[in-house]
Every structure is written in structure tokens, then in C-alpha cells.
């Protein structure tokens, strides 16, 4: 049999199975069809990059015809990113979703069945995302992932909010689909084919300023769905409402999806890379600070993690469009530090996004609130908990000795190798980018000791009604699996740059990567080398440390409050107070909608004071275009009036109309005729 | 050799916030005590118990050894002249800038962890002007590769040669920059005044409050290493090319002593500037480095 039968089948019957089983049997059910599914397509990915490409063709029915199934080392790379956390994803959800099992009264129930379901289905579609190559296809797989992920954002369905959210998801990412429609349609009228080496025939044969716009056509619709600014607004508002396993996944691996477009698009489109590299670079240069930027000002934890998906997918993106600069400017080294930093950075995001989700869960779990000014001193609570969100959260600022520092060193070697170039134009926005990806840092690590020093450290800000204690054994297990890969990349990237190697020998060519390959993973050798050096220093440091306090006397003694008596925890720091002077910084560009009313009179007398951060780009971009199409729908709102009758008439209309509209014009051609003849 | 700028830039952290005190002292008339008392203080406080604060957790124990390795380890990557530093790759100042935050994000975390109103204060300036002043030594950074061609610290520096009026200035600016920058990463004078009583106007002070001990000796020695790590990258832009020990080491001792003297002068002439308007003047030093990239492409004839 085939792998994709194979697959197919597999997933058909544990969608099924996930159906009849009871209710404390959906999880492990759906577990046992990812793993068996990521088994399966994992092997397979893996003989991939050993140098064996698979491809196959399956015979769909008459209306796809042949459909070419060909999994090359990107898909394999991708396929392998989306296994693993797939697999905690469901290891984590499964003990997530206990909670759910519990409370189950007649609509919980079936909720459970869909939300399992849903689960499988998007695991199934995005394999076929990243194997199918046939334009018709990859709509029909992809349209199946659109809606397994509208279901599982849903599961909650009962909050207004969770259903707002799902459906504006659903809707942006339907006008996404429009725009890769758009550009599959116009190739295959032009060349007559479905298939995706179509693409790559047809840009090779138009002018490179018409394949910049295919081009154009493409990366739109995949920045919809990978959440670059400005088509990110879906983002925050999707990834709170989900339950934490899914924002995990989704902020993980769906949103990728996006990137391996863009990715393969870059592959097939053959045009001016430079000019492609350019829009790229400064669209997620953009979207990298805009994002943090925004994030910082976040008091939600799985709103602020969501904005943060959008510094990360700028991260990529800046790989992306300096691999590609570097292809247009035949700089090799350009294109591999960039392609190589961008394929480490999208499985480096799925870790740490998907490690900090799930943790965000537990927290959510034990307290009921994601308002981070509601939390504190959580560490002592949930001490295993703190650690992981602490290693979590110093990979995502790419702190080494973690797995996000390789990466953006990756980004940032291309970026100072890429400044030193014979164009100004390119030395200008390697700096821009050098800045901006600093700027990028520092506000991550702004933001993220905000969460972490908020969420888990001082006291806690108001009493917690319910007991704490840390997560379980089986939910802390997928998590320590994440953080172990975490410091694996962190401590020796030289493994991992053998196996990006052949991905990105796709976009340069073999002979370069023997010779980049082997300086990058020399270099990166170097790096592990300082790595290891320094968490050996920082050992013998805590070590002495240990061996010279051990004499002395230790004193426990309250928290120096200038003099005063009665401590108390509302005098602690809140998450506004900390980024108040960023925010007073950062106002004109931000929308931060602020109300407050003054102290008035002589004595003290409450004072209320709210903050609600707006994006500003979504006010300009949605909200105004929205409202004037409102404006200019509700003048059509007559026609909707709800008489039968009514409709009944518009429908005589219209078959008048299409019956006439020949007729008519025929005679106005019958007319120019005779005008013609006179 | 390559462990000789490490034990340079050591033995001149023995002395170098001496030599800061001693000149304040001058300037205003003062004895002022020997240049190894803050040693000495160091050492004495390397030998007391410490009280720790019941709200805090393990975090505020291991932050202030990591901070300190976090240091010592950035103190690595450091060239002397011709000797590279005892780790050198191409790219190391991004290891070098990034170590450094990390030190950095457990300092303000283990302010974080005493819950006092005043930790979050000193935690959030800290973090915020941290911020604002990485994007500086990048750019800084990236116009030396530029110029060089070369993206490792040792390689920089090496093939680094002022010729023409053009890199004087540049030399000048980048020499500046870098003493402003270590002023504002070791919370000094414009931007931070250590000598100040009241914790409502302090940053690095703040954030310290309730370190005692060990913990907080290894914590004022970290600020003595980083001084002298930040003179030694100054030491590296003025080397002359013959690179004889006999002269370099001099040259480096005596560009120590000079910009422990700067300090110690800005300090005394200079009063703090107002907390708000902290953040202009650090992101002031971005357009200070622009301008040395804008130098450097006018040197390298890209734009005439």
C-alpha cells in the first residue's frame, strides 16, 4: 500500500473509533491515531533527508485526477517539526481535557468526541499540506485544516467571546485561501496543469516583474495564515480562546504552515530574488517589532504569548528574506545562515511556544485566570511548573545557553556577513534589520521578565480561593520532553545543522551546502564549545558559592520595605507598573486607551484607572474598512426584509435577467453592426 | 596567550573603581579612601552571613552567581591587541551582548523575586534601558564589520587601522559611545547615581536591596569586571600596529586608569538627569552609532 492510502485509512478508522469509544477513551484514542500517523510519515521524512525523496502518484477520482504526492526534504523537515509537537500537544491536551471529562452533561459530550476528531483531522490534513502537490488538492487539504482548527479554537463554545474569535479566524483565514485560489487558477489557465511544477515552468517563462506579483499573490495569502503584520489581526484573538494544548499546537505548527508556504513558493517561483528578499526582510522586520511591541503591553498570558507568535514568525521571516537576498545576490553564505537560521527558528518556536502554552494551561488550570495581575508567587506553588516557563521563557528571548540564541546567531551571522556588499541598498537594510532584531530582543526580555517575575515570583496579589499544587506526572511529562530538546539545540546545534543542511540544499544548491555546511557546523561547534563553557563557569560559580555560605548564618528576614512595619503584597510591583515607562515611551505608536479619573478633594478617595491596549494596525487596516463597508451594505438592507414574497420576485429576476442578458445583447451588437454598415 | 587579556582585565578590576572613587574624591577636595578599598569591601563582604527576604525563592540565591559568570564569561571573548580572547568565533560579540542579558534578565528577575515595590522599580528601568541600549553596540558593531570585513571581536580590532581624518572621527565616536554605554550598562553617573539614598531614584541600587552577603559581593565585584571588560574594548581600538607587549600592555593599563579617571570626572561634574528623560538619552546613543556606520560608508566611498 501507499503511505498516502495508508494514512488515510488510519486516520478514517480512529476518527471512527474516536467516535464510539467512552468518554475517558477519546484521548488515548486520539493519541494512539497521532502517533500512529506520525510514525508512519516521520519514517518516511526521515528517509528523506538520508537522501531517499519520495514521491508517488495517487489516483484520486476524476475530478483531481492524478495527484502527485512528493515529499522532499522540506515537507520532511516541516513534517518532522509538526510530528513532535503534535504528539505533546495531544499528550498534554489528553490530561487537559480531563477536566472537561468530569463536568460532562449532554452538550460536553459531544463537544469531546468533535474536539478529538478535529485533532486527528488537522494532524491528517497538515501531512497532506506538506505532501500534496497538486493545486486542488492542497485547497482541499487545506480547506479540511481551515476547519479543524475553527473546531478546536470553538471547544468552549458556550463564551460569546470563544465563538467571536473562532469565527473571525475562520473568516480571515477563508480570505487567505482566496488569494492562493487567485494564483492557482491564473497559472493552471495558463499552463493548463494542476500540478506544482506548473508554477515553477510558468514563472520561468513571464517577465520577472509578472512573477513578482504570482509571488505576491502567494506570500499574502501565507502571511495571512502565518500572521505577519499587517494580516496578523486573527492572531491574538484566536490563541486565547482555544484551550492551552491547542494555542500550543496552533502557535506551533498551524501557523507554519504559512512559512512552508512561503518556503515552497520561494522554490517553485523562479523570479528577482532579490526584490522578493526585500519584501520579505522589511514586511518581517516590521512584523517582528510590531509584535513584541505589542505584547509587552499584554496582561493576558495566552494573549501576550499570542502577539509574541508574530515577533517569532518576523524572526522567520528575516531568515527567509536573507536566504533569499542571498540567492538573488549569489552570496552563499547570505543564503545559508538566513534559509538555515529561518528552518531552526520555525522547530525552535514550535518548542518554546508550545512549552509556554501548556504552561499557561496548568496556570489556567490552578487558578482560573490568565490576568497576570490576578497572579504571584506561583514558584512556590508550582515549583516544576516555574522551571519549565522560566526555560521557556529565556529560549524565547534567545538567552543562550538555549535553543533560540542558535538561531538568531544564525540570523544574525547572515545579517553582519550580509552588510559588508558592494550595494548600499543592501548594507542599509542589513542594518535596519541588525536593528531591528536587537530591538526585538530587548523587548522580549522586557516583556518575558515581566510574565515570569509577575506570574511566579513575590507573593501572590490576591488570594487564591482554590488550593495550588503543580500539574501531575503525565502533564508534566510532554513538557519536560520539550525542555530537553530546548537544551539539546542550545547545547549542541552542530547535530541539527547536518540535518537543516539538506532543506536548505533545495534553495542552494548541493555543492554550496558541502562547503557552508561544513563551515556552519564548525562554527557551530565553536558555539557549543562557549556554551558548554559557560554553563560549566556558571557551575563552578554556584558551586564555590554553595561551599563558602555554607558556614556563615543564614537569616530569614522580611523584604526591606524602607522601615515600614506591615508589609503587605498589594505594595508589589503590578505588570502596569513595570511597563509604565515603556508604555509612556511607546504611546504614539501604540493605542493604549487609557481611562482614569484623578484624586479629588482633600482625602483620599478610590481611584479607578483601565488600560486597554488597541493594535493600531487593526483599527486602520479592519475596523475602519469594516465599518465603511457596513455603511455601504445597509443600504442594500432593504432587499433582506424577510417576505417570502420578496424573495420569490428577486428570483423571477434573476432568471429573466440571464435569460435576457444574451438577447440584449445580441441586438446591441445587431445595432453596432448596422451603425457600422452606415 | 590568548588567556592574557583575562588576566589583564582582572588585574585591572582590582583597582579600577578605585581609581573612579579617588578622582571624585580629588575633584572635591576630599582624602578619599585607598584604590583597593572597594576591594577590600568586597572581600569583607565574601566573609558575612547574609539575610535573605521570606518572599523570595531560589531564584534570588542562584541569580547573583549567575550574573557574575555571566560576566566573567563575556570577559572571555575580550581580544588583547593581536591575541585573541580565550573564546573567538566570527559573530562571538553576538554571544558576548547576549551572555550579558542573560545575566541581565536574572538580576531583574531576583529583583523581582523580593516583592518589594522597589525591586520592580529598579527591575523595570533596568530592563527598559537595557533595551534601548543594545541596538548602539550592534550598529557599532556591524559598522566595524563593515570596515574590517571581519565579524569576530579579535579579527575586528586586528585589522582595525586608523588612517585618514575620517576614522579619527570615527575612532573618537566609537571610543565615546563605548564609555557612555559602560557607564549606563554599570548604572552609572548621567543615567544612574550609586551614591544616591533614596530608593525611589535608583535603578541598579534598587534592584540589590536585599542582597547581603556573599551574594552581594559577588555582585559589586561583577561591576568592578565589567569596567574593566568595557576599558579593555576601548584599550583594543588604540593599539598601534606593532603589537610589542612592551608597548601594548602600557597602552592598556593606561587607557584603564584614563577612563577610570573619565568616570570618576563625569561623575563628579555631571548631575543625574531626570528619570524620564533617561530613555531619550540612551536611544540618543543609536543615532551616535548610525552616525559612525554613516562615517564608515563614507570612508568606504559607497556614498559620496
Request: some cysteine; glycine content about 8%; proline content about 4%.
Amino acid at each position: 500500500m501507499s503511505l498516502s492510502l495508508d494514512i488515510i485509512v488510519i486516520t478514517i478508522i480512529f476518527i471512527l473509533l474516536t467516535v464510539a469509544v467512552k468518554e475517558g477513551w477519546k484521548g488515548s484514542s486520539a493519541l494512539l491515531a497521532v502517533l500512529i500517523n506520525a510514525g508512519i510519515s516521520s519514517y518516511v521524512a526521515i528517509k528523506v533527508i538520508t537522501g531517499q525523496p519520495y514521491q508517488e502518484l495517487f489516483h484520486g477520482s476524476s475530478v483531481f485526477g492524478e495527484v502527485p504526492v512528493r515529499i522532499d526534504a522540506l515537507s520532511a523537515w516541516f513534517i518532522l517539526v509538526m510530528n513532535f509537537t503534535m504528539l505533546t500537544g495531544i499528550l498534554y491536551g489528553r490530561q487537559y481535557m480531563k477536566q472537561y471529562e468530569k463536568q460532562s452533561d449532554g452538550s460536553q459530550r459531544s463537544n469531546l468526541t468533535l474536539h478529538f476528531v478535529s485533532y486527528i483531522g488537522i494532524h491528517f490534513a497538515m501531512i497532506g499540506i506538506y505532501c500534496v502537490q497538486n493545486s486542488l488538492a492542497f485547497l482541499c487539504v487545506w480547506e479540511m485544516m481551515a476547519i479543524c482548527s475553527f473546531l478546536l479554537v470553538i471547544f468552549e463554545h458556550q463564551k460569546m467571546e470563544t465563538l467571536k474569535a473562532g469565527i473571525y479566524y475562520l473568516v480571515q483565514s477563508h480570505i487567505g485561501i482566496v488569494f492562493f485560489m487567485l494564483g492557482f487558477i491564473w497559472v493552471s489557465s495558463q499552463t493548463g496543469s494542476y500540478d506544482f511544477n506548473a508554477i515553477g515552468q510558468y514563472s520561468a517563462s513571464v517577465t520577472p516583474a509578472v512573477s513578482f506579483i504570482l509571488f505576491l499573490c502567494f506570500f499574502i495569502s501565507f502571511a495571512i495564515k502565518a500572521g505577519f503584520v499587517p494580516f496578523h489581526t486573527w492572531l491574538p484573538y484566536a490563541h486565547p480562546a482555544a484551550p492551552s494544548h491547542v494555542s500550543g499546537v496552533m502557535s506551533g505548527v498551524i501557523i507554519k504552515l504559512g512559512i512552508f508556504g512561503i518556503l515552497r513558493m520561494l522554490l517553485l517561483i523562479k523570479g528577482n530574488y532579490i526584490l522578493m528578499g526585500y519584501t520579505i526582510l522589511i514586511i518581517s522586520v516590521i512584523s517582528g517589532v510590531y509584535g513584541v511591541m505589542l505584547a509587552i503591553v499584554q496582561h493576558n498570558v495566552k494573549r501576550l504569548l499570542a502577539y509574541h507568535s508574530i515577533e517569532n514568525i518576523g524572526i522567520i521571516g528575516m531568515g527567509i528574506g536573507l536566504g533569499t537576498i542571498g540567492l538573488g545576490s549569489s552570496n552563499s553564505y547570505l543564503a545559508f545562515a538566513g534559509f538555515a537560521g529561518a528552518l531552526l527558528h520555525t522547530l525552535n518556536h514550535s518548542l518554546f511556544k508550545s512549552l509556554l502554552f501548556y504552561c499557561a494551561g496548568t496556570i489556567y488550570q490552578a487558578t482560573h485566570t490568565m490576568d497576570i495581575e490576578r497572579l504571584g508567587g506561583l514558584i512556590k506553588k508550582m515549583p516544576q511548573t516555574a522551571i519549565l516557563f522560566l526555560i521557556a521563557a529565556l529560549a524565547i528571548c534567545g538567552l543562550p545557553p538555549f535553543n533560540g540564541f542558535i538561531s538568531e546567531f544564525l540570523i544574525y551571522s547572515g545579517l553582519f556577513n550580509g552588510i559588508d556588499s558592494n550595494h548600499l541598498t543592501v548594507s542599509l537594510i542589513m542594518i535596519f534589520s541588525v536593528f531591528g532584531l536587537v530591538l526585538i530582543g530587548g523587548l522580549a526580555m522586557l516583556c518575558f521578565t515581566k510574565a515570569f517575575g509577575i506570574i511566579f515570583l513575590g507573593k501572590e496579589r490576591l488570594p487564591y480561593h482554590l488550593p495550588i499544587h503543580d500539574a501531575g506526572v503525565f502533564q508534566l511529562f510532554p513538557k519536560y520532553l520539550i525542555a530537553l530538546i530546548i537544551m539539546a539545540i542550545g547545547v549542541m546545534p552542530q547535530l541539527f545543522i547536518r540535518v537543516i543542511a539538506k532543506p536548505v540544499g533545495l534553495f542552494t544548491g548541493q555543492t554550496i551546502i558541502n562547503s557552508q555546511g561544513m563551515e556552519f557546523t564548525s562554527l557551530l561547534q565553536t558555539v557549543s564549545m562557549a556554551v558548554c563553557g559557560f554553563i560549566l563557569l556558571a557551575l563552578i560559580v554556584l558551586w564555590i558559592r554553595k561551599t563558602a555560605v555554607a558556614s556563615k548564618n543564614k537569616v530569614v528576614a522580611p523584604t526591606w520595605g524602607c522601615g515600614y512595619g506591615v508589609p503587605s503584597s498589594a505594595f508589589q510591583y503590578t505588570a502596569n507598573s513595570f511597563v509604565r515607562s515603556y508604555r509612556k515611551l511607546v504611546k504614539p505608536i501604540l493605542m493604549m486607551n487609557k481611562k482614569e479619573n484623578g484624586m479629588e478633594g482633600v482625602f483620599p478617595n478610590p481611584v479607578l484607572s483601565a488600560t486597554h491596549p488597541y493594535d493600531k494596525l487593526e483599527a486602520v487596516f479592519i475596523d475602519i474598512p469594516i465599518k465603511h463597508l457596513r455603511a455601504f451594505m445597509g443600504r442594500f438592507k432593504f432587499l433582506q426584509n424577510g417576505n417570502p414574497q420578496f424573495y420569490i420576485l428577486y428570483g423571477v429576476i434573476f432568471i429573466f435577467a440571464v435569460i435576457t442578458f444574451p438577447l440584449v445583447i445580441d441586438a446591441v451588437t445587431y445595432v453596432i453592426e448596422l451603425f457600422k454598415q452606415l | 596567550m590568548r588567556i592574557l587579556s583575562l588576566l589583564l582585565i582582572i588585574a585591572s578590576s582590582l583597582f579600577f573603581t578605585g581609581i573612579v572613587i579617588r578622582t571624585k574624591s580629588i575633584f572635591s577636595g576630599r582624602k578619599g579612601p585607598g584604590i583597593f578599598q572597594p576591594l577590600k569591601d568586597v572581600w569583607r563582604l565574601f566573609r558575612k552571613g547574609a539575610v535573605y527576604s521570606e518572599t523570595s525563592s531560589f531564584i534570588f540565591q542562584i541569580a547573583p552567581s549567575i550574573y557574575f559568570a555571566s560576566v566573567l564569561m563575556a570577559i572571555l571573548f575580550i581580544p588583547f591587541g593581536e591575541f585573541p580572547g580565550v573564546i573567538s568565533f566570527n559573530g562571538d560579540f553576538v554571544f558576548f551582548a547576549y551572555v550579558l542579558a542573560l545575566g541581565k534578565f536574572f538580576s531583574i528577575l531576583s529583583a523581582l523575586d523580593t516583592g518589594s515595590s522597589f525591586g520592580g522599580m529598579g527591575a523595570s528601568r533596568e530592563a527598559l534601558y537595557s533595551l534601548l541600549v543594545e541596538p548602539a553596540f550592534f550598529i557599532l558593531m556591524g559598522s566595524f564589520a563593515l570596515l574590517t570585513g571581519h565579524t569576530s571581536f579579535h579579527e575586528i580590532f586586528n585589522a582595525l587601522h586608523f588612517g585618514s581624518y575620517i576614522s579619527y572621527a570615527i575612532g573618537t565616536l566609537a571610543a565615546f559611545l563605548l564609555v557612555i554605554i559602560a557607564m549606563i550598562e554599570n548604572s552609572r553617573m548621567p543615567v544612574d547615581d550609586p551614591k544616591t539614598h533614596l530608593e525611589l531614584t535608583m535603578i541598579h541600587e534598587v534592584m540589590i536591596l536585599d542582597n547581603s552577603g556573599f551574594d552581594l559581593g559577588l555582585i559589586l565585584y561583577a561591576t568592578n569586571l565589567k569596567f574593566a571588560m568595557y576599558g579593555a574594548i576601548i584599550a583594543n581600538l588604540f593599539f598601534t600596529p606593532g603589537h610589542e607587549l612592551y608597548y601594548s600592555i602600557p597602552i592598556f593599563m593606561g587607557i584603564q586608569v584614563l577612563f577610570a579617571g573619565v568616570v570618576g570626572g563625569i561623575e563628579s561634574f555631571m548631575a543625574r538627569f531626570r528619570m524620564n528623560h533617561n530613555p531619550q538619552f540612551i536611544f540618543t546613543l543609536t543615532s551616535i552609532s548610525l552616525l559612525i556606520f554613516l562615517g564608515v560608508l563614507l570612508m568606504l566611498g559607497k556614498i559620496i
